[in-house]
Every structure is written in C-alpha cells, then in structure tokens.
C-alpha cells in the first residue's frame, strides 16, 4: 500500500476493523505498525485470487482447494504458487462430481451460482475421502523419469505419510 496505494480497491479487496466495519484505504496510515491489524476480504468474481470456487475440508493446516483465474500456472512444470493450499484445474467439473446427486448442483447450476457473484456454501451430502500425496520423484508412462525440488523438506524424513480427510 506504501508503493501502491490504489492496490486494495483495484483488487477488489475490502479492508475491515475489528468490529467488521469497512474502512477506506485512505483512512489507514499505512507506514503505523496498526496497518497490520486489519482483515481483508476480497470480493467474489473473476479477478479473486482464489477463482470462483473454494472447497473445504477438514484440516490441521487450515489449507484448503481453489480455483484460479491465472490458468496458465496449471502449465508451469513447477507450480508452487500458492501459500500451501491447493489450486484445482478443472475445478467446476470437481465440483459437480463431488455434489453428484443433489438436486440443484448441475454443471449448469454451478456455472449459474458462480456467474451470480453470490457466494453459496454447500454441504457435500456423504463425505469424499480425500488423500494428498507429496511425491517428488515418479516415472512416466513412457520410462521417463521425473524428480522435483523437495521444497517441503519432506523427502527421506521417517513416518512422512499421505495427509487425508474427507470433503
């Protein structure tokens, strides 16, 4: 905010006080260390860093799935982009496997919901299990072998395994 200050309202992203009341970015001296005391919420729609869509799910790590609107990075050979949660290509045909089923939650809904703006949570009507794996060295369906950075640090450690839970 010091170097840009129209950032937050070109981004679309509300600055709220303890209370919830929205302030105006004008209204913060931005060089006090009370500048780091404020939650900010970026509104819904095409320019949110998350996308469109974010999926829950119980987690030690408070991480969870999204959508993006930058979809080159699902190109990226490394795609460490995030703050530890996960981008999802594809993420609306997820959603619909995931509400398969309930009534309202077409791929056509969906869409609909998302074009709206209106933010709908859901509760997935039976659990999915979920399972992540952190692997950095896999072959290919070809014989060719891939390995990635370990930029976890998780490589080799004892009693590393999958994390999983349920959507």
């Not at 969870?64 to 930058?70: K, N, R, S, V």
């Not at 959603?95 to 709908?120: F, N, P, Q, T």
């Amino acid at each position: 905010m010091q170097d840009q200050p129209d950032y937050l309202t070109q981004n679309h992203i509300r600055i709220l006080d303890s209370r919830q009341k929205e302030l105006q970015p004008s209204q913060i001296n931005w060089y006090s260390e009370d500048a780091t005391n404020y939650t900010f919420k970026q509104d819904p729609g095409s320019h949110n860093s998350l996308g469109s869509i974010r999926i829950n799910f119980p987690s030690a790590f408070g991480v969870y799935m999204h959508d993006t609107p930058l979809k080159n990075l699902f190109g990226d050979d490394f795609r460490f982009h995030s703050s530890g949660c996960v981008r999802v290509q594809n993420v609306r045909q997820l959603v619909a496997w995931v509400l398969d089923g309930m009534h309202g939650w077409s791929l056509e809904d969906i869409d609909r919901v998302i074009k709206s703006g209106d933010r709908k949570d859901v509760q997935v009507a039976k659990p999915v299990p979920l399972h992540w794996v952190y692997i950095t060295g896999w072959a290919t369906a070809d014989g060719v072998v891939q390995f990635r950075e370990d930029i976890y640090g998780k490589d080799g450690l004892p009693g590393t395994q999958a994390a999983t839970s349920n959507l």
